[in-house]
DNA sequence: TAGATTGTTAATCGATTAACAATC
DNA sequence: TAGATTGTTAATCGATTAACAATC
């Protein structure tokens, strides 16, 4: 398998702009579809394999790669490795992202553990955390840093990636002194909706949502018919009418 | 404030299915935003507080709730208490749903120290590892449990959810014992697309695939005019053709 | 009654999908 | 050339939004 060298296709002027979000999002897996075919030394692979490999049909998949211009070839299939670069260069993970992390509870702790950060493309520079007793604490081969020391190091560094691990009570004061400080993307753990100004990006993940959502659907498939899955084993909760939900009882 | 007791509005009768995932995926936001209000002692509030509260505009929020039906008063608001529960017993949180969760690497075991995990209406019946140095550790109140047990555990314990928080390696073979033993919702934290059965619900949590779509965006931040954010100061890799990029490189 | 706010309609926007002409 | 597969068009579907009649 040769490397794609720097050739380009056809007409390499398409706007670069206005892709799509539902575009963007998958993206990621597309280039991790990629990786993965390239691991396996499969160097050509169809709009069908490709789309089979990341779990979405090939009109979508082709749809897709066609907002990043015309990198495949009829008849004949995707060169994975020229491929993957190009989504690659499209998301702008052929350059190296700062990161930091604010908040090094359980979860924090866990994400500074995750080996490779995920993907190639990013790097954490640093582990903050507001508690005394956790600064100065290692972690791998970085120590937990004062979150004082934030602006210091986001100008240093030149971080334009936060994460929050914080529990919700600090988050959106978090979330106010990264942007203050120059931090323009921020990817949100703490279960709140945080209030940005216009032109910086958050994203948010949720564990309970996720889980909730998953719950509306196992609920639909009970089905009102059939028995509920409320656990009949201990059965002891007496609840008959408003149970507490959702946090702070009523 | 009062209980909202269990009276119901004018025609309870709707058609109780076919809520948009668009709306399902919100409902969880309504809910935490309502019992935020609720622990403020707000015992009313108009769509437009919610809005607010949630993160969206009063239009989309009151379309979404008009899928459950009319709970609200013209010319009053929404009761805070009452909304909150139809909306808990809409998603199914009103119950208690069985998870146990495969993988106790550091995601797993903050997972397991969740607290709360998230919001009631989710309990972990089991920490699950296939690891057996693993095994028999403490992890809060629970034990990690051998990976063997999850048929007679997902049976006994009526398990419906299963997270998966194993690397992207053994994620499908957990993924296929836990549909085979009878889980049917299932949250994957692995970076891997798994395929499940008709029936059977998947939602995915990707770090590096959020970060990736925060990339997209900064990049195009920075503006292909101004300086890209490539650090600089290292400025040791003299590649200028293919970077590495997406795993094991070329 | 007058003011406020819901629930719903209709218009708009964006995303998905199937089909196929272009072309390797 | 014949077969395969892309890139794109057009139709369809679902989600968002603004506006307002209904009504408390």
Redesign the interface.
Known sequence: ?T????RRPGPPTRT??GIPEAT??R???Y??????L??SGIATASSEDLAT???VNSAKLRKDLSYLGSYGTRGVGYDV?YL??QI?R??????????VIVGI???G???A??SG???????IVALLDADPKLVGERIGDMEVRDFAELEDIVER??V??GVITTPAGPAQEVCDRLVAAGV????NFA?V?L?VPD?V?I?K?????????????????SG?AAL??????PAM?GLT????????G?
């Open positions: 398998m490397r794609a060298s720097s670069e702009r963007v999002a993206l990621p897996v280039l991790r579809a990629l990786t993965a390239s691991d490999a990341a779990g490795e993957r670069y690659a499209e998301i702008g993970v052929t350059q190296d992202w700062a990161v509870g359980n979860l702790h866990a994400l553990n995750y950060f995920g993907t190639r493309g990013f790097r560094d030149r334009s990636i323009t993307s921020i990817l279960p909706v209030s032109g990006d994203r993940v949720d564990l309970s949502i996720e889980l909730q959502i998953l719950a509306y659907h196992e609920q639909r498939k009102e509920p899955q409320v656990p009949e084993l909760n009418d408003l149970p507490s939900v959702g946090g702070v009523a």
